[in-house]
Each structure stands twice: as structure tokens, then as C-alpha cells.
């Protein structure tokens, strides 16, 4: 496996824009693993506390967050998935628009757990950084085993469900405090734009607009009351 840079990895998910839940995949590599941790960046991470459960269990959120971390990875230069609370949001997301997952969570998580234990001796969330990458780019690979099917089908799966938790919409219960946005220069939701405001973008000098979509009158009627179950599950 070839590890790109965390640069490397914004600039590709700038060059897909900025998610919306059920807009598509986002193009940002399955490799795209990430630095290790700092001790200051695991106690920054570990400060987070976790939001009331929704579907998963416990020990699975343990897992998923785990995962999560260095899928889109916090490091000296900024905040990822775990800020983003890209975790909750699949959670969230499992009770309504991504219901048809649930059993490949319940499944794939066991699974994944199970490999690591095998292969690396400890529960993944307790394993190093290099060897919880390790055990990822096995799974990316389909070289994890005791999966239901191929390994690669539940990393992608989770994988993209990260990138949605992390760069879509906030109203979906990720995108906290407008991390993944910021991550990737986006600069918020806007309803006009005017020939200053295109050469600002245009300079990356715009200021960001943290205003969810659903703030603006044109979609709080005819979108909020659709909410996320109503959009198309992807995995």
C-alpha cells in the first residue's frame, strides 16, 4: 500500500465538492489512510464524547470509530472524521436512509474485530495506528477474513459512508461544526453569487457561510420535512 498525504487527500476530496447525503460517492481514494497519532492528537481526540446511540451498539461504535479515525484521520494539521462525528452520523443514518445496512454493520464489524484479533493479537480499536491501517489495508484488499462475501465490499461500503458523515450537510448529523467543509476549502451553501463573491472563491479568499442548506427559506419546506430516511441508501 503507497500512504498519500493528508494534503493529498483534501485536495482530491475538494476536486468532488462537497457532499450532499445521497448525491453519489465521493472520488476520494480507498487508500487515502492516514498519519499517525500524536500523543496530543489522541488526547484531543479522546476528549469527544459520545452522542446517546441510536442504532449500533456500543461495541460497535467502538469499532466504527475506530475505523473512522483513520479513514479521514485527525492530525497536527487539522481535525478529520472523528471531529466531524462522521460515526454518529452513519448511527443516525442506520435507523432511516441507510436501514438496508444494518446487517452488513452488524456483520462487518464483528468481522473486522474478529480479524484483528487474529492477525494482530488485540481488539482494533486497541491496536496501534500502523497496525489498525494494516489491518484496513487488508480488508480494502479482500484479504480480510470471516467477511460475509468479500471484505472489499464492506470497506467500501463504510468508507463511503465516512466521506457522507464527514463533508455532507450537518443537518444529517455529521459535518460537525462544519469540519469536513472547512477541511476542504468549501466555502458554504450560496443562493447568490455575486462577481466579487466569484473572484473571492476564485482566490480561496471567501469567507465560509456555516449555514446548513435547510436554513435557507427556499428548501425548509419543500426538503426538511423529508428528512434523511427519505433519501436513497448507498453503500
Not at 139 to 168: D, P, R, Y
Amino acid at each position: 500500500m503507497t500512504f498519500i498525504s493528508r494534503r493529498d487527500l483534501l485536495k482530491r476530496a475538494a476536486a468532488v465538492g462537497a457532499l450532499r447525503l445521497g448525491s453519489g460517492q465521493a472520488a476520494i481514494p480507498a487508500d487515502a489512510l492516514g498519519a499517525p497519532e500524536s500523543p496530543a492528537v489522541r488526547t484531543a481526540v479522546q476528549t469527544f464524547k459520545r452522542e446517546p446511540l441510536e442504532t449500533l451498539t456500543a461495541s460497535e461504535m467502538d469499532v466504527l470509530e475506530a475505523i473512522v479515525a483513520r479513514l479521514i484521520p485527525t492530525d497536527a494539521n487539522g481535525p478529520g472524521a472523528t471531529e466531524a462525528r462522521a460515526a454518529h452520523y452513519i448511527d443516525r443514518a442506520l435507523g432511516g436512509a441507510l436501514a438496508a445496512s444494518r446487517p452488513a454493520y452488524s456483520a462487518g464489524l464483528v468481522a473486522l474485530d474478529r480479524y484483528a484479533r487474529e492477525s494482530r493479537g488485540a481488539a482494533f480499536a486497541a491496536l496501534s495506528p500502523a497496525d489498525r491501517d494494516a489491518v484496513l489495508t487488508d480488508i480494502e484488499k479482500g484479504a480480510g477474513t470471516g467477511f460475509t462475501g468479500s471484505s472489499v465490499a464492506f470497506f467500501t461500503m463504510v468508507l463511503n459512508h465516512t466521506h457522507q458523515g464527514t463533508f455532507g450537510d450537518p443537518s444529517y448529523g455529521g459535518n460537525a461544526n462544519f469540519v469536513g467543509w472547512d477541511l476542504i476549502g468549501y466555502p458554504g451553501v450560496r443562493t447568490m453569487v455575486s462577481p466579487t463573491d466569484q473572484k473571492s472563491l476564485e482566490s480561496k479568499a471567501m469567507k465560509p457561510n456555516h449555514k446548513s442548506a435547510y436554513e435557507y427559506d427556499f428548501n425548509k419546506d419543500t426538503e426538511r420535512g423529508r428528512g434523511p430516511a427519505s433519501i436513497k441508501n448507498d453503500h
